[in-house]
C-alpha cells in the first residue's frame, strides 16, 4: 500500500511490465499531475514511520529510493530529489516528533546518489581498434556505442601504426543540476552538524559542476548562498569558486559564464544589502524554491541526456603531434639511425675477418 502510494506520489505509471512502463514515459521532467499536497505530506509521514519501525534492513532510504520502491521513476533523479529526498529533508529540520530521522549513512547514501548522477563511475570496458573511418563517422554523428548510462568511455584509434585515445562523456541534464544545488543547499541547512565529516563529500560534488558548466540560475543562486550563509563549507566552497572564476575561458560561452560568475564572488568581503536570515526562513525559502522547481519541472520538456566527444579537428591536431615524428614523412632513400649501426658492424666484421689472418703473422 506505501509503494503504491509512493508511486502515484512520483508520478511512476505503476505498472511491473517494462515495456509499458517505456511506452509510458513522461515527455516532462515531472509528471504533469501531481496529487494534492496533503497526500503527499500523508505520503511522506508514512514512508519516516516505516523507516524508523522497520528499520534499515526492512524499509531503509536507498529501498525508498530505489526502483523496488518507487518503480521506473527511480531512474531519473529529479523525481527522487523532488518528490522525496528534499521534502523529507525539510521535514527532518522542522524538529517535530513524527520528523524522520537521518543516520549518516542515509546522507552519504544522498550524496554518493549525486554524485553518481554527476560523474557516473567508470565501467570495465574492452574496447576492440576502430578505423579512422567508422571514428569519423562516429564523431560526426555524436554518438558512440561503447556510451551507456552515462559512464565516460574511451576509444582506441589505430592508424598506420599510432594509437591515439578519444574520450566520450555524457552531458548532464540542467535539471538534475538544478535539483542538487538545492538539495545540498537543504542538506546544508538542515544537517549542519551531521555533515561535518561529510564537507569534503560536498565541495567534491560542487567542484565536479563547476567544471561541467552548467546550473544556469541555480548555479548563481547557490553561490549567493553559499556567501550569505555562515557555515564552515563555506570556507571550503569559496576557494574553490575563486579558483574556478580565474581560469582562462576557451569560448564565448565561458567567457559570459565566467564574467557573471565573478560579479557574483565580487561580493565576498563587502558589505551586502541582503538582511540576516534565521533558520526558519531560510527552511520557508528553501520550501518556496522547491515548489517553484516542482511547477517548472512539470512543464519543461525533458532532455535525453548527450554525449559529447572531440571534434574531427580537434583529433588531428592530436594526432598531428604523433606523426610529425613518424618514419611515414621519410623519403625511400633515407635510412633510419636504427639499421644504420646494424649495417655498419657487418662491414666491419667483414674486413676485419679478411685482414685479421695477415696481421696476426707478421
Known amino acids: 500500500?506505501?509503494?503504491?502510494?509512493?508511486?502515484?506520489?512520483?508520478g511512476d505509471p505503476c505498472s511491473d511490465d517494462l515495456s509499458t512502463q517505456s511506452c509510458i514515459a513522461m515527455s516532462t521532467v515531472l509528471h504533469g499531475s501531481c496529487p494534492p499536497q496533503a497526500f503527499c505530506n500523508s505520503v511522506l509521514k508514512l514512508a519516516s514511520f516505516l523507516?524508523?519501525?522497520l528499520g534499515q534492513v526492512a524499509f531503509s532510504l536507498e529501498y525508498l529510493c530505489s526502483g523496488e520502491g518507487i518503480g521506473a521513476t527511480a531512474e531519473r533523479l529529479e523525481a527522487v530529489l523532488c518528490h522525496i529526498l528534499i521534502p523529507l529533508f525539510l521535514r527532518a529540520a522542522a524538529s517535530k516528533k513524527d520528523t524522520p530521522q537521518f543516520q549518516l549513512k542515509d546522507l552519504i547514501f544522498c550524496l554518493n546518489l549525486m554524485q553518481n548522477a554527476v560523474n557516473p563511475p567508470l565501467a570495465k570496458q574492452s574496447l576492440a581498434p576502430v578505423t579512422s573511418t567508422n571514428l569519423a563517422t562516429s564523431l560526426i554523428r555524436g554518438t558512440n556505442a561503447h556510451d551507456v548510462s552515462g559512464r565516460q568511455s574511451s576509444v582506441s584509434v589505430?592508424?598506420?601504426?599510432h594509437s591515439a585515445t578519444v574520450s566520450t562523456y555524457r552531458i548532464v541534464r540542467e535539471t538534475v543540476c538544478q535539483a542538487i544545488f538545492l538539495a545540498l543547499k537543504v542538506m546544508m541547512i538542515a544537517f549542519e552538524k551531521q555533515m561535518v565529516m561529510l564537507w569534503p563529500r560536498v565541495a567534491k560534488i560542487i567542484r565536479e559542476l563547476l567544471g561541467k558548466k552548467v546550473g544556469g540560475p541555480a548555479l548563481y543562486s547557490f553561490v549567493d548562498f553559499v556567501v550569505d550563509v555562515n557555515l564552515p563549507i563555506s570556507l571550503i566552497i569559496l576557494p574553490v569558486l575563486q579558483t574556478k572564476a580565474g581560469q582562462k575561458a576557451t569560448t564565448e560561452h565561458e567567457a559570459a559564464w565566467q564574467l557573471e560568475f565573478k560579479t557574483r564572488l565580487s561580493r565576498i568581503g563587502g558589505?551586502?544589502?541582503i538582511?540576516?536570515?534565521?533558520?526558519?526562513a531560510l527552511l520557508t525559502e528553501l520550501?518556496?524554491?522547491?515548489?517553484a522547481m516542482r511547477d517548472d519541472f512539470s512543464t519543461r520538456a525533458f532532455e535525453v541526456a548527450r554525449s559529447h566527444t572531440p571534434t574531427i579537428t580537434e583529433l588531428h591536431s592530436d594526432s598531428g603531434s604523433t606523426q610529425s615524428a613518424a618514419p611515414a614523412h621519410r623519403h625511400s632513400?633515407?635510412?633510419t639511425t636504427g639499421s644504420e649501426p646494424r649495417r655498419l658492424s657487418s662491414c666491419t666484421v667483414t674486413k676485419l675477418s679478411r685482414i685479421t689472418p695477415s696481421t696476426l703473422y707478421k
Do not use: P, W
Not at 158 to 161: L, S
Not at 287 to 291: I, R
Open 275 to 280: 538582511e540576516i536570515r534565521g533558520y526558519g
Open 271 to 273: 558589505t551586502s544589502s
Open 333 to 335: 632513400y633515407t635510412r
Open 1 to 10: 500500500m506505501t509503494q503504491m502510494c509512493l508511486r502515484i506520489m512520483v
Open 51 to 53: 523507516m524508523q519501525a
Open 158 to 161: 589505430t592508424e598506420r601504426g
Open 287 to 291: 520550501s518556496q524554491e522547491l515548489q
